[in-house]
């Protein structure tokens, strides 16, 4: 599986952004995906995860209530909605995914994910 993030950019606080992560090879609908998120100087952390059907999703507390993750398995495509952007969310954002047989499963650990895209930055001005 190779997978392609894009949509990142620069933006104000409180403005809304959409990621979107391209799959291609495999079938993509056998894997769960994930955003993670890695700010300068910082370590690479959690930020959503959905199971391969779609019907199960998990947030990191930090983004709960503002980030929605979304798939379209017919399109290969796993999506980061992301409202009321703060500075603190200034990253480079990475998609993951990994294959599973569990349709309802999700993973918030990076070291659960075998492929990861190139990552996509996203900047948040004050």
């Known amino acids: 599986v190779q997978l392609q993030a894009s949509g990142g950019g620069l933006v104000q606080a409180g403005d809304s952004l959409r990621l979107s992560c391209a799959a291609s090879?495999?079938?993509?609908?056998?894997?769960?995906s994930g955003w993670f998120r890695q700010a300068p100087g910082k370590e690479r952390e959690f930020v959503a995860a959905?199971?391969?059907?779609?019907?199960?999703?998990n947030y990191a507390d930090s983004v709960k209530g503002r980030f929605t993750i979304s798939r379209n398995n017919a399109k290969n495509t796993v999506y980061l909605q992301m409202n009321s952007l703060k500075p603190e969310d200034t990253a480079v954002y990475y998609c993951?995914?990994?294959?599973?047989?569990?349709?309802?499963?999700?993973?918030?650990?990076?070291?659960?994910?075998?492929?990861w895209g190139q990552g996509t930055l996203v900047t948040v001005s004050s």
């Open positions: 993951a995914a990994s294959f599973t047989i569990k349709v309802l499963e999700t993973k918030d650990d990076e070291d659960d994910y075998n492929y």
């Open positions: 090879g495999r079938t993509f609908s056998t894997h769960m």
């Open positions: 959905i199971s391969r059907s779609g019907i199960s999703t």
